[in-house]
């Protein structure tokens, strides 16, 4: 039996179906969908948007949740900057991009946000989210809370390093918002984004976006992602003059087709922002700890536990009372006395009609300061102003029946802080101004003040409650400033 010999023009076409099929098809399915979103930073106003609410694979662009998170955790005093963490074996087995580090390993949180931030590794991503809420499940829980208050409204985080997740997904908007808000919230860590190499404790480390911030103008951010259901993607920022611009895409086809539409999408930014804006910074959102378990049938429900603490408190105002006279001596500064109106207005009258006519005193002889006695009374009516000795007497049988005291709290804001002692008073003046723009949540209102010991000049902040004291100690620890607090007596 003969073999059929196919026709060469029938081969050709077959070998064509079988290309497409085999080459051109896979291609075709593995491009991501695109996605684009551009904003004029300075307002948060849109520019330009394509697909920008479609949601869609972040990749590693969920880093910038993650370190977001690890500014807020060390701004609020639950670890810092020099937290030795331990690799556990789930942030060790993360696939690449990793910084490589074993099981059991310490390195300091300040190595795992570099690490994160310029060379987009996932297990120093995992390592971070760990630390902080001890558990992947717990800390996408926190992504999702605080993605909540930044008005990411389309966005579910299942993970903290971006790697491809079923119901792990952004959109373009949302990105680009959690750009602006790393870019406004900390803008003392911003820096990060715009490092070619930093040191990540155990090797130097290369930025991912090298090439975009080395060839764009102006450029100083934020953060690459990619996986193949992703594709390629980028939030970027660049500033000029006084124009800023955040981009955000999804789903470039190459780093180099990535950027270069990137590229095209500032250059339209800049070409429609207007030159002058007024600066409008997105609201940080106040941290809210919410338990997301399902509560046991029978128990309460959600618990909300907001932390901080308060720096000023309103006075409340005194309510006019008829029934009521206070009395205070001059001997006695921190008392007050309360007794009843009418028990003080007859044993005045008692005393004014039993009292004999007082001896004449010199002109110029003063009256004795402990001797005198302030009455404020609610009662309009006039009546004759009785000698200081005889309103002595009266008073004190008056006030036998009920004395109530109330220490004064004028010393509720005597307190502050110490951030050093230096060998001049210039230099302690300096530390005093570079400390209080950093920190000026907490510091704000407060009196800078050098102090001359005979070791040297230390550098106060003064005029703060305990609770703001021991709040900024805390955020300035953070920092690694040193400080400690300082009672009232201390100033």
């Not at 500014?71 to 991009?97: H, K, M, W, Y």
């Not at 930093?198 to 992602?225: E, P």
């Not at 009843?340 to 004014?352: G, K, P, Q, W």
Request: glycine share 6%; hydrophobic share 40%; net charge positive.
């Amino acid at each position: 039996m003969k073999a059929r010999r196919i026709q060469p023009a029938r081969y050709g076409l077959f070998l064509f179906a079988a290309f497409w099929v085999l080459v051109i098809l896979p291609l075709s399915a593995m491009a991501a969908p695109y996605a684009a979103y551009v904003i004029d930073a300075r307002t948060g106003k849109e520019i330009h948007a394509e697909n920008a609410d479609t949601r869609l694979h972040p990749a590693s662009l969920t880093k910038m949740m993650t370190l977001y998170i690890a500014f807020q955790a060390v701004e609020r005093g639950e670890l810092s900057l020099d937290t030795q963490v331990t690799i556990s074996q789930n942030a060790a087995s993360e696939p690449p991009s990793k910084l490589g580090m074993r099981p059991g390993q310490k390195i300091a949180l300040r190595y795992l946000i570099r690490a994160a931030a310029v060379k987009s590794a996932n297990d120093a991503a995992t390592a971070i989210g760990e630390a902080i809420e001890g558990s992947e499940a717990a800390f996408a829980r926190r992504m999702n809370r605080t993605a909540k208050q930044l008005g990411m409204t389309r966005t579910t985080f299942k993970n903290m390093h971006g790697l491809t997740e079923n119901g792990h997904l952004s959109t373009a908007r949302d990105m680009t918002a959690m750009g602006r808000h790393l870019l406004y919230d900390y803008p003392q860590y911003y820096n990060l984004f715009s490092r070619i190499t930093a040191d990540a404790g155990v090797r130097k480390v290369s930025h991912t976006n090298r090439r975009f911030l080395g060839s764009y103008k102006g450029a100083d951010g934020i953060k690459t992602g990619y996986t193949r259901a992703a594709g390629f993607n980028l939030t970027a920022s660049a500033e000029r003059g006084n124009e800023r611009i955040i981009v955000t895409v999804f789903g470039g086809n190459s780093t180099a087709s990535r950027n270069a539409k990137v590229a095209e999408l500032m250059d339209l930014g800049f070409r429609r922002a207007p030159s002058s804006a007024p600066l409008s910074k997105p609201v940080p959102p106040v941290y809210a700890d919410v338990e997301d378990a399902p509560a046991a049938p029978g128990a309460a429900g959600k618990t909300i536990r907001l932390v901080g603490a308060v720096t000023t408190s309103k006075r409340p105002q005194l309510r006019p009372r008829n029934d009521v006279v206070v009395v205070a001596t001059a001997t006695a500064p921190e008392a007050t006395s309360v007794v009843s109106n009418s028990d003080i207005t007859a044993a005045l009258r008692e005393a004014v009609q039993t009292a004999p006519p007082p001896p004449a005193a010199p002109a110029t002889a003063p009256q004795s300061k402990d001797a005198e006695i302030v009455i404020a009374s609610a009662q309009a009516s006039a009546r004759p102003e009785p000698r200081p000795k005889d309103v002595t007497l009266a008073v004190q049988q008056a006030v036998e029946q009920e004395i109530v005291t109330r220490v004064s709290t004028s010393g509720s804001r005597h307190w502050g802080v110490n951030v050093g002692r230096f060998p001049s008073r210039y230099a302690a003046e300096k530390v005093l101004l570079k400390t209080a723009l950093a920190e000026m949540s907490t510091l704000d209102g407060t009196l800078r003040k050098v102090v001359q010991r005979p070791q040297g000049y230390d550098a106060n902040f003064l005029g703060m409650s305990r609770e703001s004291a021991d709040l900024a100690c805390r955020r300035l620890a953070a920092r690694n400033v040193s400080c400690f607090m300082i009672g009232p007596s201390e100033g």
